[in-house]
């Protein structure tokens, strides 16, 4: 009896704390950032594509709505006749599914008789974990670079995470929110920046 309350109180302890991390996540990536200019307050810019970008052109502009969101909330705003430039790019990768070897458990409990004792557990040996597939694996970057009217980089940052997730839209909002962590001047180098994405 005592086991079973155990148990049940093990698993509401359980829920309680899914419930309280169930509305957010934290997305930890990996951010590398240089201002070798100042880019002004509430500056004026425009997106500018590579050809291979122009290639795929609902794509990109998907990647730059992202982009966009991002830029507002550091207080950029996009103009068709701006002078400042920036361009942005992303790269997914998923790794292969493999999967996971059986693995001997190496106890459990059965039941059999003892002598003067009815029945009691005896362990068990040579018991096997099924075969599992183990989840895939992303790996996302994105990069953002900003040019003045000569062509010259005022600013340039590259924002990466790694994870099972497979909401690439959400990540790749967060990455571009990543990336302008500081702006107009981040700390130079890589650094860790935490964002918080719903679940």
Same mark, same amino acid.
Request: aromatic share 10%; with cysteine; proline share 9%.
């Given at each position: 009896?005592?086991?079973?309350?155990?148990?049940?109180?093990? $698993?509401?302890?359980?829920?309680? &704390?899914?419930?309280?991390?169930?509305?957010?996540? #934290? $997305?930890?990536?990996?951010?590398?950032?240089?201002?070798?200019?100042?880019?002004?307050?509430?500056?004026?810019? /425009?997106?500018?594509?590579?050809?291979?970008?122009?290639?795929? @052109?609902?794509?990109?502009?998907?990647?730059?709505?992202?982009?966009?969101?991002?830029?507002? %909330?550091?207080? #950029?705003?996009?103009?068709?006749?701006?002078?400042?430039?920036?361009?942005?790019?992303?790269? /997914?990768?998923? *790794?292969?599914?493999?999967?996971?070897?059986? #693995?001997?458990?190496?106890?459990?409990?059965?039941?059999?008789?003892?002598?003067?004792?009815?029945?009691? @557990?005896?362990? #068990?040996?040579?018991?096997?974990?099924?075969? +599992?597939?183990?989840?895939?694996?992303?790996?996302? %970057?994105?990069?953002?670079?900003?040019? *003045?009217?000569?062509?010259?980089?005022?600013?340039?940052?590259?924002?990466?995470?790694?994870?099972? &997730?497979?909401?690439? %839209?959400?990540?790749? /909002?967060? $990455? +571009?929110?990543?990336? $302008? /962590?500081? +702006? @107009?001047?981040?700390?130079?180098?890589?650094?860790?920046?935490?964002?918080?994405?719903?679940?």
């Amino acid at each position: 009896m005592a086991l079973i309350y155990f148990a049940r109180a093990a $698993l509401l302890s359980i829920a309680f &704390w899914i419930s309280g991390c169930a509305s957010v996540r #934290l $997305l930890d990536t990996q951010v590398s950032s240089f201002a070798p200019q100042t880019v002004a307050a509430g500056a004026h810019y /425009q997106f500018e594509r590579l050809p291979s970008q122009q290639a795929n @052109p609902a794509a990109q502009t998907q990647l730059e709505t992202w982009a966009q969101q991002a830029l507002a %909330q550091v207080g #950029l705003k996009r103009s068709p006749a701006a002078v400042l430039r920036v361009q942005v790019n992303a790269v /997914q990768r998923q *790794d292969a599914v493999v999967q996971r070897p059986g #693995l001997p458990m190496g106890w459990g409990f059965g039941v059999g008789p003892v002598p003067g004792h009815g029945v009691v @557990p005896v362990p #068990l040996h040579g018991t096997r974990f099924a075969r +599992f597939p183990e989840p895939p694996n992303y790996w996302r %970057q994105v990069s953002l670079i900003m040019r *003045d009217g000569s062509g010259a980089v005022v600013f340039e940052s590259h924002a990466s995470h790694e994870s099972p &997730w497979s909401d690439s %839209q959400t990540i790749f /909002q967060a $990455l +571009f929110q990543a990336a $302008l /962590q500081g +702006f @107009p001047a981040p700390p130079e180098g890589q650094r860790r920046v935490d964002i918080e994405i719903p679940r």
